[in-house]
């Protein structure tokens, strides 16, 4: 800005701005006037945001700052007010007092808007009881299936600080849910602590289908590091066959075994074997859990239901060693898969008979045809020649090429050599397709039921209309009386584009929330762009007094293998931003929990929203060579 600049030329731009809040009102006024009383002044501001967001204000801004003004960069919550506070100055530096005209009105303030988020919040997800650390940003964890089985976990996960379980209804039954959830109020009654529960429903997530089952073999192999180093010995879960135990998550191969073998064998000893390329291996007996017993090997195996386990045991003197052994029972058949390059064609198939595996020659080149199903063959109406698809959360790419009433024919773009396997049950995205999927499957119906008596709040999957939001509102209020909480999952590009219009319908009912979907929105809006669209979720659902949780892979790598990376820990410190952050299940979740708790517990005195908080830094006094890290 120039120093000669007068009030009056940013006067009559911020004027124009003002102006055209209520215009846009105007035009969204059929859905604003559905909003209840208690929640339109979100509804309002929403729109005042939208307008004040359709002009590039960068210079505006710059000129605005060079008068020690508000540049508007944090008015989110309360834009018609920020605005007016602007407006006011300026009018006094010109001499003159600034009235609202006739049809302007003031929209909530500063305080009324933050006020209304925090509200919103304590709606949705209850008083926070969880951290004794103060922290206000809740975090929810997912559950895994073995937490239905295991009480310890979910008491854990409470006394270190969940504020809400998350139920995946994709995965599991009924019964599973009713386990987790008696297990989350005896845990919650037993420390006098407090969880929310969010049911995911399902939704129509488009998926690989079967593969044709491989011979009864299995395998296992020791785990590497990045560059072929030996890094940690594979895990076997020994477990009786007549009643066996599922194996944990991180087993590498389950094998069943005669139970009165696994009652004589001890921790320390040694099992050898001779796999079936010939080769000895050696397993080595860890400690037992239940009617299990752990092993490791360091060597990599395939075995069958004819190799031999046999423990040798020395006896002292001339008595000869006397040997334990037993035989492999029946395993299950090997799961195959497909393994693609760039370059090759697939067909995925209406026919949900199963897929075959690859086959090639010497010379690499596909013998035969490959092929796969998919879980909802009803998107071939939709799908267009020329448009992208993505398998397996995005690790492969292709282009559909021809689109048969049977079958859609993909030539894979990207496959990260000497190719990518691809499974089934695998997510497949099609982000250029117009697919004209419902929001509700008959399955989700079905979930709604024991949802609608058991949850505290209700996931909707790939919602991309405004319609889906008002089906599951009708079909909640058929079963329930209950203020049963709705979250928005953005999770597609449609989705994320219709966002204002799905705020304004979910904002007829209370309380209300949204999920950014990472995972799948990284795939459907490219990589590239996830950043500045999670950014713009953050502001129009701040704008909304609607909150948000930050989701998918936080802290994965901790959650995963114990030990987190320096990226995951600045993306977990930015989830300060939303009103809840999510965990994914993991073999270390509890550890993950306890980190998470101490990251946003630090930053909410640094940043609230988009604000940095001016907290006294210890590094500005110089009396502490490690700054405010002690603080």
């Not at 080595?284 to 990599?300: F, G, H, Q, T, Y």
């Not at 909480?485 to 219009?501: D, M, N, Q, S, V």
């Amino acid at each position: 800005m120039s120093a000669r600049e007068k009030p009056s030329a940013l006067l009559a731009e911020l004027l124009e701005v003002r102006e055209s809040l209520p215009s846009l009102e105007l035009e969204y006024k059929s859905l604003v006037d559905k909003v209840p009383d208690a929640r339109r002044n979100g509804a309002r501001n929403l729109v005042h945001y939208l307008a004040l967001r359709r002009r590039d204000l960068r210079l505006l801004q710059h000129r605005l700052s060079a008068y020690g003004l508000s540049s508007l960069g944090r008015s989110e919550s309360h834009v018609a007010a920020n605005l007016d506070a602007v407006l006011r100055i300026l009018f006094r530096l010109e001499g003159r007092e600034f009235v609202l005209p006739d049809g302007w009105s003031p929209g909530p303030s500063h305080d009324e808007g933050r006020a209304a988020i925090e509200a919103r919040t304590t709606a949705l997800f209850g008083e926070s009881t969880a951290s004794p650390s103060g922290r206000k940003v809740r975090i929810m964890v997912t559950m895994p299936s073995e937490a239905s089985r295991d009480p310890g976990l979910i008491r854990g996960l409470v006394d270190n600080g969940m504020d809400c379980m998350r139920i995946n209804c994709a995965h599991d039954d009924a019964l599973a849910w009713r386990q987790m959830i008696e297990s989350l109020r005896r845990a919650c009654h037993e420390t006098g602590r407090k969880c929310r529960i969010l049911m995911d429903l399902a939704g129509p997530k488009l998926r690989t289908g079967a593969l044709e089952l491989g011979p009864c073999v299995g395998s296992w192999r020791p785990h590497l590091t990045t560059t072929g180093e030996f890094e940690a010995p594979a895990r076997i879960w020994l477990t009786p066959a007549d009643a066996p135990e599922p194996a944990p998550p991180e087993a590498d191969q389950a094998l069943p075994v005669e139970a009165q073998w696994l009652a004589q064998i001890q921790p320390g000893e040694r099992v050898r074997l001779v796999d079936l390329q010939g080769k000895v291996r050696r397993l080595r007996l860890m400690n037992p859990e239940s009617r299990s017993i752990w092993a490791e090997c360091d060597k990599a195996a395939f075995v069958s239901s004819e190799t031999e386990l046999i423990v040798k045991r020395k006896k002292g003197g001339a008595e000869p060693a006397t040997f334990v052994s037993t035989r492999l029972s029946a395993l299950a058949p090997m799961v195959q898969h497909l393994q693609l390059q760039t370059g090759d064609a697939l067909i995925l198939s209406r026919d949900p008979t199963p897929g075959t595996p690859l086959h090639r020659d010497a010379e690499g080149h596909i013998l035969g045809e490959a092929r796969i199903p998919c879980t909802l063959p009803e998107i071939f109406l939709d799908v267009r020649p020329g448009e992208k698809i993505w398998f397996d959360d995005g690790k492969i790419s292709g282009l559909v090429f021809e689109v048969r009433p049977e079958a859609l024919c993909v030539r894979i773009l990207n496959a990260p050599p000497p190719g990518k396997k691809l499974r089934a049950d695998k997510g497949i995205n099609l982000p250029e397709s117009h697919l004209t999927l419902p929001a509700l499957t008959a399955k989700d119906l079905a979930d709604l039921d024991f949802v609608a008596e058991h949850g505290d709040l209700v996931g909707l999957s790939f919602v991309h209309r405004p319609e889906d939001v008002e089906q599951l509102q009708a079909e909640i209020q058929k079963r329930t009386t209950r203020d049963l909480g709705i979250i928005l999952k953005i999770e597609t590009r449609r989705g994320f584009g219709r966002l204002p219009a799905l705020l304004l319908t979910a904002l007829r009912t209370d309380p209300v929330g949204v999920m950014i979907a990472r995972g799948d929105l990284a795939v459907e809006c490219g990589y590239q762009r996830l950043a500045e669209v999670q950014e713009e979720i953050l502001w129009l659902c701040e704008a909304a007094h609607v909150p948000v949780i930050w989701a998918t892979q936080v802290l994965e790598t901790l959650n995963k293998k114990g030990q987190p990376s320096r990226a995951e820990i600045t993306d977990a410190a930015m989830g300060e931003r939303a009103e809840c952050v999510m965990l994914n299940k993991g073999p270390h979740v509890l550890e993950a929990v306890r980190l998470l708790d101490d990251i946003l517990a630090r930053m909410q005195s640094h940043q609230e929203k988009k604000v940095s908080l001016l907290r006294a830094l210890s590094v500005s006094r110089g009396d502490d060579p490690a700054g405010g890290l002690h603080a």
